[in-house]
């Protein structure tokens, strides 16, 4: 077990020594957003350790960017690239560690000590990101079958691009939010009577508002308009990752998806972790994803099996009356396309991906009916009621429903979480 001098580390936190995410926090004595890690129940706060005498010689990397950790966003040092990623990570896991090869920098500097160790409860989180652009794909394979067959019929429930090529569309990055924003029923036009011919569309607030669990996926470095990426040095470009909640309103997707996909269905509100876990903390728990047993395209081919990652993931739905229940637990390893093959293939015709893009994996479920990572698929299409605590029921969301997501890996004493990614369901607003 790997051990820390920081006080009250809980063997399951999802933070440990081996974890070390980056995050934006803002706190009561400086109210402008900032970097930070977290360990433990506390966060370390960069900028102030930044200011250290001492920063450049404990993070060489950093030399020549001493402001890198007083930015509002992570963007400046994602895009330092993955080498200096991984130096920053084991410097800043020394310098926590029980072992520090220089305990006067921070273990024993109890000055510092007071003012770079906060406790998380005391601080604001942000959006880690400025984020550019946001793909939606929809990689999770179960989810995709599952919801053809509810429609098509399981003869044809997968279309037959869904196997050759990672499918997704073009998301909304304006309405990305963090972990804790509430989230507004959205209007918009809906199918009352589906059985009714001709269609009569009615202007309403949507009476299907759902959750999908996702994993999302920063970019740190770009590439040229025009330049594809190869999928054996995708890795290189990606920064981290967080746990990701694509709301959906399924009665408005339903009416306007065809012929271009969705739009007002999915626009309103997508909620991220505020913790980026760094591609370097995953890599001890790659995994096999979904077998895909069509031969794949040349610049698709990763040329290794264990390219998904096995992290346990949950969801709790929480009523306005404070009870929960867990109503979904998954792997994130249901994946029948990794996210270098995602971009590998985004960047095919050569669309440049920039620094602090997002990509998220489509909606996580597995094979059994506990393993489904939407209320569609829990509800099989809103027919059945999905059992809660106390006695009550949901097809879909109410007014006031909190969706708590979490994911965690690793053993007792190593964890490597993101934390939770919340949000809670308002009223509509009438347009």
């Not at 396309?337 to 971009?343: G, K, L, N």
Request: with cysteine; hydrophobic share 35%.
């Amino acid at each position: 077990m790997v051990s820390t001098w920081i006080p009250d580390v809980s063997p399951d936190s999802p933070f440990s020594l081996v974890n070390i995410p980056f995050g934006i926090i803002s706190s009561s004595v400086d109210p402008a957003p900032h970097a930070a890690t977290a360990i433990g129940t506390y966060v370390l706060d960069l900028k102030i350790l930044s200011s250290h005498e001492s920063f450049a010689e404990v993070f060489p990397a950093l030399r020549e960017h001493p402001g890198v950790f007083s930015r509002s966003t992570l963007n400046e040092f994602a895009a330092l690239g993955r080498p200096v990623h991984r130096e920053v990570r084991k410097a800043i896991q020394d310098l926590l560690s029980a072992e520090a090869s220089r305990p006067e920098v921070l273990k024993d500097n109890a000055e510092l000590r007071e003012r770079a160790l906060l406790l998380q409860r005391n601080v604001k989180m942000h959006l880690p990101m400025s984020i550019g652009d946001y793909t939606d794909f929809y990689a999770g394979f179960h989810h995709a079958y599952a919801v053809g067959a509810m429609f098509r019929g399981p003869q044809t429930a997968l279309q037959p691009n869904y196997t050759h090529l990672p499918v997704g569309y073009h998301g909304r990055a304006s309405s990305i939010v963090v972990s804790g924003t509430p989230i507004k029923r959205p209007y918009g036009q809906i199918i009352i009577d589906p059985t009714a011919e001709p269609k009569q569309p009615t202007t309403a607030a949507s009476r299907r508002v759902d959750i999908e669990l996702e994993l999302g996926c920063f970019i740190a470095t770009p590439n040229e308009m025009g330049s594809s990426i190869k999928v054996t040095s995708a890795e290189d470009h990606i920064f981290g990752y967080v746990l990701l909640n694509d709301w959906s309103a399924r009665d408005i997707q339903t009416w306007e998806y065809v012929p271009l996909g969705p739009f007002n269905g999915k626009n309103f509100a997508t909620t991220i972790s505020p913790w980026v876990v760094l591609a370097d903390a995953l890599e001890p728990f790659r995994t096999r994803g979904i077998d895909n047993w069509t031969p794949l395209q040349d610049y698709l081919n990763e040329g290794k099996q264990e390219n998904v990652f096995d992290i346990e993931l949950q969801i709790d739905l929480e009523t306005p009356q404070g009870d929960a229940t867990t109503i979904c637990t998954t792997s994130s390893k249901h994946l029948m396309w990794s996210f270098p093959q995602m971009i590998a293939h985004h960047s095919l015709g050569g669309c440049p991906m920039r620094t602090g893009d997002i990509l998220a994996s489509g909606t996580i479920s597995g094979p059994s009916m506990r393993e489904k990572g939407s209320l569609l698929e829990l509800s099989e299409g809103g027919k059945k009621d999905v059992m809660l605590y106390g006695m009550d029921v949901r097809r879909f969301l109410k007014d006031g429903d909190t969706v708590i997501i979490s994911g965690i890996c690793g053993k007792s004493g190593e964890r490597v979480g993101f934390g939770t990614c919340v949000g809670r369901i308002i009223g509509a607003t009438p347009p």
